[in-house]
């Protein structure tokens, strides 16, 4: 079965540079959600998309923004990076109905240098 | 955000034994409630769900008991396999339908 794809893998970056990390959904799942999760942390809660519009905001900072496009695919875009933004980026996706669960790709590992 | 926090953050369990994780939820408007299994350099793998109209679901080796009155959640694990060593998590569906926010995992060890 088809899941959820994120690229890159792993990404490496300097301080204050720009990364954009992508998430194809599995098809015919409308809604994307943004997980950003440290070390020995629980996924915290960035972003969502339904349809192609913000549905929701979490603790995503004001450097960062994410969009979905007509394809359903989705980029994050994170901008003067900090050494805390190191983390691993899990992309999920769900069909836009209640009471369905997300799944989850297997995430970009974001190191920032 | 919502506040959904596990009480034991590591569990080891002789392998053959069951294993019981537990999860306590701050909403009580909260009516959807999932447990994920994340192995390490992978993302969070779904196992059960459960809505809040029921108390108890079943699935293969794996029973998920929600208690309403005092919102707790529990997993429990039937003869533990060394496979299932990983991080679980709970997560809490608020608004029932946007925001899935995940408590602090417990990791759980299978001794051979």
């Known amino acids: 079965a088809a899941g959820v794809i994120q690229s890159p893998r792993h990404l490496i970056k300097e301080k204050r540079e720009t990364a954009t990390l992508k998430c194809y959904p599995i098809?015919?799942?409308?809604?994307v959600y943004w997980y950003q999760q440290g070390p020995g942390q629980d996924p915290q809660f960035l972003i969502s998309?339904?349809?192609?519009?913000?549905?929701d905001k979490g603790s995503i900072p004001d450097r960062f923004s994410a969009q979905q496009f007509s394809d359903y695919h989705s980029e994050l875009n994170m901008s003067s990076l900090e050494l805390g933004d190191s983390a691993l980026y899990f992309c999920?996706?769900?069909?836009?109905?209640?009471?369905?669960?997300?799944?989850f790709g297997n995430g970009t590992r974001l190191t920032v240098t | 955000g919502e506040s959904v926090g596990l009480h034991l953050p590591t569990l080891s369990v002789q392998e053959g034994d069951n294993s019981i994780i537990n999860c306590a939820y701050s909403?009580?408007?909260?009516?959807?409630f999932i447990w994920y299994k994340q192995e390490s350099g992978k993302g969070p793998q779904f196992i059960i769900d459960?809505?809040?109209?029921?108390d108890k679901r079943q699935g293969q080796r794996v029973t998920v008991l929600l208690n309403k009155t005092v919102k707790h959640l529990s997993l429990q694990i039937a003869a533990t396999q060394p496979g299932d060593s990983a991080v679980y998590f709970c997560?809490?569906?608020?608004?029932?339908?946007?925001?899935?926010?995940f408590g602090s995992g417990t990791k759980l060890n299978v001794k051979p």
């Open positions: 999920a996706s769900r069909p836009g109905q209640y009471n369905s669960p997300l799944h």
């Open positions: 098809p015919r799942h409308d809604t």
């Open positions: 998309f339904y349809e192609k519009m913000q549905s």
């Open positions: 909403n009580s408007a909260s009516d959807y």
């Open positions: 459960i809505r809040s109209n029921m």
């Open positions: 997560a809490e569906n608020v608004d029932n339908f946007n925001k899935f926010y």
